[in-house]
């Protein structure tokens, strides 16, 4: 649980690093790119040195692979890059962390993770969170879009929790760590090219790779690293609601580097997903963890 805790405090900083590279010219579409062909690149490195048959783990298993890069890339960093550069920080990853929900209903449906009475109260309860945090107006100055590109994202991390538990990802994690950006670099490149957002990260100024490196090394491969690492020893329901925390970690940075302060609603709604986390943790008995011959 420690490895997730830290994870969400450097995936808190996505908010500040984005906003710096967006003042640079790039866009939603360039940055993901920019962040998963790095992380591809320093992965590979890896992989050569020290287990080179990972080379060529985006071939096995082709699906679960594609779909990892599908939802644990595009989706979840390329439409919460979008929401996130119009929508307050805290409030864009408070509407992210839907994810819990999404991660119940997936797995419920893929018959990997019951609706347990008590996981069901916790995401009800971080959903009113949810609730309390949006407001009640008429929405009026809302940027929707971006607040269901959140959604949307959120979404998706619940797809990849699922698929990084019980895919290859539970025997295989450095293969699929690699697989996972490779075809996310596939997905993206094409698209940054019809939409020149690849010639901008091309002609992008020096200084924008300070943002984008810290990008690549920190919430893309230390805290994506640190889920992997966590996902094989907490359930996926556990990891996506302890990830909640990044709610609190993305309204101080956003104080800090971005001087944005969150109406009051925000912080109540979080104090309201903070008691799901404490309600679904309190008790919770240890997972063992899976092994090749476990779906687990």
């Given at each position: 649980?420690?490895?997730?805790?830290?994870?969400?405090?450097?995936?808190?900083?996505?908010?500040?690093?984005?906003?710096t590279?967006?003042?640079?010219?790039?866009?939603?579409?360039?940055?993901?790119?920019?962040?998963?062909?790095?992380?591809?690149?320093?992965?590979?490195?890896?992989?050569?040195?020290?287990?080179?048959?990972?080379?060529?783990?985006?071939?096995?298993?082709?699906?679960?692979?594609?779909?990892?890069?599908?939802?644990?890339?595009?989706?979840?960093?390329?439409?919460?890059?979008?929401?996130?550069?119009?929508v307050?920080?805290?409030?864009?990853?408070?509407?992210?962390?839907?994810?819990?929900?999404?991660?119940?209903?997936l797995?419920?449906?893929?018959?990997?993770?019951?609706?347990?009475?008590?996981?069901?109260?916790?995401?009800?309860?971080?959903?009113?969170?949810?609730?309390?945090?949006?407001?009640?107006?008429?929405?009026?100055?809302c940027?929707?879009?971006?607040?269901?590109s959140?959604?949307?994202?959120?979404?998706?991390?619940?797809?990849?929790?699922?698929?990084?538990?019980?895919?290859?990802?539970?025997?295989?994690?450095?293969?699929?760590?690699?697989?996972?950006?490779?075809?996310?670099?596939?997905?993206?490149?094409?698209?940054?090219?019809?939409?020149?957002?690849?010639?901008?990260?091309?002609?992008?100024?020096?200084?924008?790779?300070?943002?984008?490196?810290?990008?690549?090394?920190?919430?893309?491969?230390?805290?994506?690293?640190?889920?992997?690492?966590?996902?094989?020893?907490?359930?996926?329901?556990?990891?996506?609601?302890?990830?909640?925390a990044?709610?609190?970690?993305?309204a101080?940075?956003?104080?800090?580097f971005?001087?944005?302060?969150?109406?009051?609603?925000?912080?109540?709604?979080?104090?309201?997903?903070?008691?799901?986390?404490?309600?679904?943790?309190?008790?919770?008995?240890?997972?063992?963890?899976?092994?090749?011959?476990?779906?687990?």
């Open positions: 649980m420690a490895a997730i805790i830290a994870a969400t405090a450097v995936l808190g900083l996505i908010g500040p690093a984005l906003h590279a967006g003042e640079l010219g790039l866009g939603p579409l360039a940055v993901p790119l920019a962040r998963t062909f790095g992380a591809a690149l320093i992965t590979a490195l890896i992989a050569w040195r020290f287990r080179p048959r990972c080379l060529l783990s985006p071939f096995r298993s082709p699906f679960f692979h594609f779909l990892s890069g599908l939802f644990g890339v595009f989706g979840t960093y390329a439409a919460s890059n979008y929401g996130m550069l119009h307050p920080l805290a409030l864009a990853v408070t509407l992210f962390y839907t994810a819990p929900f999404w991660v119940l209903l797995g419920h449906l893929s018959g990997k993770e019951p609706f347990t009475a008590k996981a069901l109260a916790s995401s009800a309860i971080a959903l009113v969170g949810v609730w309390i945090a949006l407001g009640s107006g008429d929405g009026g100055g940027h929707w879009l971006g607040m269901l959140m959604v949307a994202g959120g979404f998706s991390y619940a797809a990849y929790i699922l698929l990084g538990r019980y895919g290859p990802a539970a025997t295989d994690p450095l293969g699929s760590f690699f697989a996972m950006f490779f075809w996310g670099t596939a997905i993206l490149l094409p698209l940054a090219l019809i939409t020149g957002e690849f010639e901008a990260l091309v002609k992008a100024p020096l200084r924008a790779w300070i943002p984008l490196g810290f990008l690549i090394v920190g919430p893309t491969l230390g805290s994506y690293g640190l889920l992997l690492f966590a996902l094989r020893h907490v359930p996926g329901n556990v990891t996506a609601i302890l990830s909640m990044e709610i609190a970690f993305a101080f940075w956003g104080y800090l971005l001087g944005q302060r969150p109406e009051p609603r925000v912080w109540i709604g979080a104090a309201v997903i903070a008691a799901a986390v404490l309600l679904l943790t309190a008790s919770t008995r240890a997972i063992r963890r899976p092994s090749a011959s476990s779906p687990e």
